[in-house]
């Protein structure tokens, strides 16, 4: 996979985040952010962000056994992390740690 | 939350699942809307509940349109970009010649395509810097028969850096008109490599013509004797076409060269082409970052870099 795929978005990375230890449904997801105080995704924006990394091969979708919403006829579908999504996840945290151990070369040392 | 909700709900599933692809891949989407109205209920009262609820709906209904359009598209470009490869295939080369065929096709395709990228870059900023000296040439001209030539001369000669405003003005004019014509061959070269270069294609002709009516408009705008000559002799060739005098009248505001059409050419030329202009050369330039992208992911790392076009 090419580095520019493990690029996240914020958006993207709180996604993410809420789906590295379970399988999650859309609201599932929404709900797990802001319960923990976290930056509430759109609700517009967080079905196209999950088909945006089920693109990137970051998270993989599977049908829930629900029966399908009786007025729209819609199936709920549960999101998964893959392997990829977690070095994607790691590669941001190894980023954040580096910008944060990062100091200056001290001139004529 | 009404019936009515409901039942547009409903009618939003019932659309979405016209577009059976997009419905596979977005209906979870629509049951979670469907699904958090309770929550919507406990949190806001009914009528803010209700609007939230339907702008959803709408944005769904709106993406799911999108997604559907946009798939259309890439099929029918698919297909014809396969037409094209079949004729263009030639049954007697051997494998390897093939091979060498494509590699070559997609080089050139690369070459033309970051020519391209490149002039639309070069054409975005002499519009903006067209825009911005026009700007500062607007503060001292006077759009009227007698005020227009004496206004230019003491732009050019007593107002500070005027001159230099207006060369800059006048140069980025030109070179405009000239990027636009190369941009217009060298799409023309790669019209056979390009995926999606319809936006591209149709922006970059309608940009070349909104920077030769800048070029026209601004002919009479120097109100010398040259200028007023040939926009005589050109008014009078529209003149002649069919519903000439029509155009006559819009352009030029009667029959004879006055105020009146020193004020039509001014409007034309500083709002309606000049805003024109700076619109299609940022689509230009965007449809070729697009396309640029999009052919990047299969070219090989020695001809470019993901960086670089992820950057440009």
Redesign the interface.
């Known amino acids: 996979m090419s580095e520019s795929n493990l690029r996240l978005t914020p958006n993207q990375e709180v996604i993410l985040a809420a789906l590295r230890l379970h399988r999650r449904y859309g609201l599932e997801i929404l709900a797990a952010i802001e319960s923990n105080g976290g930056k509430q995704i759109g609700f517009n924006s967080l079905y196209p962000n999950l088909k945006k990394l089920e693109k990137k091969g970051l998270v993989q979708s599977e049908w829930g056994d629900e029966p399908p919403e009786a007025h729209s006829g819609a199936r709920r579908k549960y999101y998964r992390i893959t392997a990829a999504g977690i070095r994607a996840l790691e590669i941001k945290q190894e980023l954040l740690a580096g910008v944060a151990a990062w100091r200056p070369e001290t001139e004529g040392a | 939350m009404n019936e009515k909700d409901?039942e547009l709900?409903?009618r939003?599933?019932q659309f979405a699942?016209r577009f059976p692809q997009v419905w596979q891949?977005?209906?979870?989407?629509?049951?979670?809307?469907?699904?958090?109205r309770e929550e919507l209920q406990q949190r806001y009262s009914q009528g803010l509940a209700s609007l939230i609820f339907r702008w959803?709906l709408l944005?769904?209904g709106l993406?799911v349109a999108a997604m559907a359009g946009r798939q259309a598209l890439v099929q029918s470009l698919h297909q014809v970009s396969k037409r094209q490869s079949k004729r263009a295939a030639v049954p007697v080369l051997e494998q390897g010649a093939l091979t060498t065929q494509s590699l070559q096709i997609k080089r050139t395709h690369f070459i033309l395509q970051r020519i391209a990228t490149l002039l639309a870059v070069a054409e975005l900023t002499l519009c903006g810097l067209a825009a911005i000296t026009g700007v500062m040439l607007a503060f001292y001209y006077q759009p009227t028969a007698v005020g227009a030539h004496a206004s230019l001369h003491a732009i050019a000669y007593q107002i500070t850096n005027g001159n230099l405003i207006l060369s800059l003005h006048n140069i980025a004019g030109n070179g405009l008109i000239i990027l636009a014509l190369v941009q217009i061959v060298v799409m023309f070269l790669g019209r056979q490599f390009m995926r999606s270069w319809l936006t591209a294609w149709i922006s970059g002709i309608c940009l070349a013509l909104a920077t030769i009516g800048l070029s026209w408009t601004a002919i009479i705008l120097n109100w010398d004797q040259t200028g007023f000559w040939r926009f005589k002799i050109e008014l009078s060739i529209i003149g002649s076409l069919p519903a000439g005098s029509f155009l006559r009248e819009v352009l030029a505001g009667g029959s004879a060269i006055n105020t009146l059409t020193l004020q039509h050419m001014y409007t034309l030329h500083s709002y309606i082409l000049a805003i024109a202009a700076l619109l299609l050369s940022v689509i230009h330039l965007t449809a070729h970052i697009f396309q640029e992208k999009s052919w990047a992911q299969t070219a090989p790392e020695s001809w470019c870099s993901?960086e670089d076009t992820?950057t440009i």
């Open positions: 409901i709900a409903e939003t599933g699942r891949e977005y209906q979870d989407w629509l049951r979670a809307i469907v699904s958090s959803r944005y769904f993406y993901s992820s």
